[in-house]
């Protein structure tokens, strides 16, 4: 009896052996046929973000398809609910192109100025041919969540090249003091923080980047800020320089073009592979000090020229069109294509795809030096404001998405007409939910056309942007720009005192715009929140 069973398990074992060698050979034979015949087009990553360019490849171990594809030379669409997706410079196909050393089809897809979070897929032209042997699989874009800050904050600047130690400040009791007199005007008007430029280029020695002679009293600056109350922070001027005759031999400068020629400017180009990191640098130097709430960044952009971009540009933006005997022309002469094609604004598709391409650069940038810096400090930039940031080569959700966490939009050097223009620009661009905007203007009489309500030109302005910067909510904050000017700038027949009266009622407006908020609509959510880790200093570009 115990026979009859061991020989039962034995042949049951062999059966089992069997069905298990059949499944796998013909599994096996099954899955290398689906391998080998499919074709399959995917993203590299499964999320991007807005001031990335999306990855694209289409591979197939199918010779027969390999061969048909290398003839027709495949073209994608990306859509959305069933709707194709037309993204920057019109673009709504576009190429792959066969990389022999990869044996895969390759292309990058621009994202659309502030597309929608959400799942977008691929398709690819004339492939109805394959069936159900093209597989594609979906990527989303996605808003990256930056740190958190007050609702309502409220920041009082300071540009200034004047040395900290030799200040004489006038302050708001009519005695004159050092520095320190500069934080007696952060409370009179009510700032929550101080905004100082701490990083300028270049230095006083040979060679030196930064101009350091205030660096020995910035601690003492942190120490009195957190002393009063009040968050402090430091910011570099990135990409322009402060001198029109030193060049530091380390970086390349950004070339203008004038009538037929091109000339080195004073600012530095956004191709130099030094500046990000010297950038970082500092800021790191910044963020250790105790006391420091911030670090930020002015002129993160395209400060003066940059046609020295023009074989970058037309390297990574897909589709560009350039002349006949494009290859046969020097740097020189491509350059001043470049400037011609821009100025006349006949391409307008040529424009755009140079806005945005500009805009992936400085993302780039910021990515890299957020990957130094890190998150322990909130990181702030300086954003001009015409045509969204486009026209100088900025965008408000790019930036956030590369690592902004604090947008200071500057709404400077406009008439009225064009203040009003700039306003509809942006609350039909950005809501609340897509970037944290503060709202900013300067004490300046001339940059408000001399108008005769003076600093309450000033203030109106400030609170028409604060009340109507978003379609759906006030700006996150306001910032009142600078109090070097406000002491010793161009205020017309008005006071330092009557200028910075109309900052801190524009302050108390934040406040009071902040609680109605908070009482009326709870703060929304993003559309899509980036896994954790994503979209943070360390995501690739």
């Known amino acids: 009896?115990?026979?009859?069973?061991?020989?039962?398990?034995?042949?049951w074992w062999l059966f089992l052996g069997v069905f298990i060698l059949y499944a796998l050979f013909f599994g096996g034979r099954g899955m290398w046929r689906e391998f080998s015949g499919a074709v399959r087009l995917e993203t590299v990553k499964g999320?991007?973000?807005?001031?990335?360019?999306?990855e694209v490849r289409l591979r197939t171990r199918d010779k027969a398809a390999r061969a048909a594809l290398l003839r027709s030379g495949?073209?994608?669409?990306?859509?959305?609910d069933d709707k194709t997706v037309r993204t920057v410079a019109g673009i709504e196909t576009f190429p792959l192109t066969y990389r022999a050393s990869s044996d895969l089809w390759a292309g990058t897809w621009p994202c659309?100025?502030?597309?929608?979070?959400?799942?977008y897929r691929l398709r690819l032209v004339g492939a109805d041919d394959l069936g159900e042997r093209l597989r594609t699989r979906p990527f989303r874009i996605a808003y990256r969540r930056p740190a958190p800050i007050p609702e309502g904050m409220s920041v009082l600047t300071l540009e200034s090249s004047e040395a900290l130690a030799d200040m004489k400040v006038p302050a708001p009791s009519g005695e004159t003091k050092d520095w320190r007199g500069l934080l007696d005007w952060v409370e009179y008007v009510g700032a929550d923080a101080f905004w100082m430029l701490g990083g300028q280029t270049p230095g006083e020695g040979e060679g030196e980047v930064w101009l350091s002679r205030d660096f020995r009293l910035f601690p003492e600056v942190a120490s009195e800020c957190r002393r009063r109350g009040i968050k402090f922070g430091l910011y570099a001027m990135c990409y322009l320089t402060t001198s029109r005759d030193v060049r530091l031999k380390r970086y390349?400068?950004?070339?203008?073009?004038?009538?037929?020629?091109?000339?080195?400017?004073?600012?530095i180009s956004l191709r130099d592979p030094r500046r990000p990191d010297d950038i970082a640098a500092l800021l790191k130097q910044f963020r250790d000090l105790p006391g420091v709430d911030y670090v930020g960044l002015d002129y993160i952009r395209d400060?003066?020229?940059?046609?020295?971009?023009?074989?970058d540009f037309l390297a990574e933006f897909p589709g560009l069109r350039v002349p006949p005997g494009w290859e046969s022309l020097t740097k020189e002469e491509r350059m001043v294509w470049l400037a011609r094609k821009k100025i006349m604004r006949r391409d307008l598709e040529f424009i755009d795809a140079w806005q945005w391409w500009r805009a992936h650069r400085v993302g780039r940038i910021v990515r890299r030096i957020k990957s130094e810096v890190g998150d322990s400090k909130p990181l702030w930039a300086f954003t001009l404001s015409w045509d969204k940031g486009w026209h100088h080569g900025q965008d408000p959700v790019m930036?956030?998405?590369?690592?902004?966490?604090?947008?200071?939009?500057?709404?400077?050097?406009?008439?009225?007409?064009?203040?009003?223009a700039i306003l509809k620009d942006w609350r039909r661009y950005v809501k609340r939910s897509d970037v944290q905007l503060i709202v900013g203007d300067v004490a300046d009489w001339p940059l408000h056309q001399r108008s005769p309500l003076g600093p309450g030109a000033f203030y109106g302005r400030l609170s028409r942007a604060m009340e109507r910067i978003h379609a759906d909510g006030p700006a996150r904050g306001v910032f009142c720009h600078d109090l070097g000017r406000a002491l010793g700038g161009r205020l017309g027949s008005w006071t330092t005192r009557e200028w910075l009266d109309e900052a801190r009622r524009a302050n108390l407006r934040i406040k009071s715009l902040a609680k109605t908020?908070?009482?009326?609509?709870?703060?929304?959510?993003?559309?899509?929140?980036?896994?954790?880790?994503r979209g943070r200093a360390g995501a690739r570009s």
């Open 1 to 11: 009896m115990a026979e009859r069973r061991a020989a039962g398990r034995r042949g």
């Open 47 to 54: 999320e991007y973000f807005h001031d990335e360019f999306v």
């Open 74 to 80: 495949p073209r994608v669409v990306v859509a959305r």
């Open 112 to 119: 659309p100025w502030n597309a929608p979070a959400g799942e």
């Open 252 to 267: 390349e400068y950004a070339r203008e073009v004038g009538e037929s020629e091109t000339a080195e400017t004073r600012a």
């Open 303 to 311: 400060a003066l020229g940059g046609y020295e971009l023009v074989d």
């Open 399 to 420: 930036m956030n998405d590369a690592g902004v966490d604090i947008d200071a939009l500057m709404l400077y050097e406009a008439t009225e007409d064009q203040f009003e």
């Open 517 to 533: 908020w908070a009482r009326s609509r709870p703060e929304a959510e993003r559309p899509a929140r980036p896994r954790e880790g």
